[in-house]
Nanobody
Framework: QVQLVETGGGLVQPGGSLRLSCAAS????????MRWYRQAPGKQRELVAS???????NYGDSVKGRFTMSRDNAKNTAYLQMNNLKPEDTAVYFC???????????????WGQGTQVTVSS
């Protein structure tokens, strides 16, 4: 079965950096897309970054210039490098994978358990 395991969250001071990892297992081939979402208490879930099979990345406006998503296909692992963190970045960060184009068209995806990122002095 597909499983996503996230690591790298924690407490960091404003202006600091964290690197999140999402290791996917139970996947035989490069997935169609991997994504990072985040959700803060009382707020709706927000798409942070995505990467598709060709390597194209996209970012939410609130993180452009500060966050970078990358992927290691051999390891089935996605990363999110977060720099110049701000208190408003505090949220639970979730990894998400879409396995195929067909799954994308039918809104079928898989989620990790989430990892807490807290930005505070």
């Amino acid at each position: 079965q597909v499983q996503l395991v996230e690591t790298g969250g924690g407490l960091v001071q404003p202006g600091g950096s964290l690197r999140l990892s999402c290791a996917a297992s139970g996947i035989s081939f490069t997935p169609y897309a991997m994504r990072w979402y985040r959700q803060a208490p009382g707020k709706q879930r927000e798409l942070v970054a995505s990467i598709i099979v060709g390597g194209t990345t996209n970012y939410g406006d609130s993180v452009k210039g500060r966050f970078t998503m990358s992927r290691d296909n051999a390891k089935n692992t996605a990363y999110l490098q977060m720099n110049n963190l701000k208190p408003e970045d505090t949220a639970v960060y979730f990894c998400n994978v879409v396995l195929s184009f067909i799954d994308a068209s039918t809104n079928k995806d898989y989620w990790g358990q989430g990892t807490q990122v807290t930005v505070s002095s």
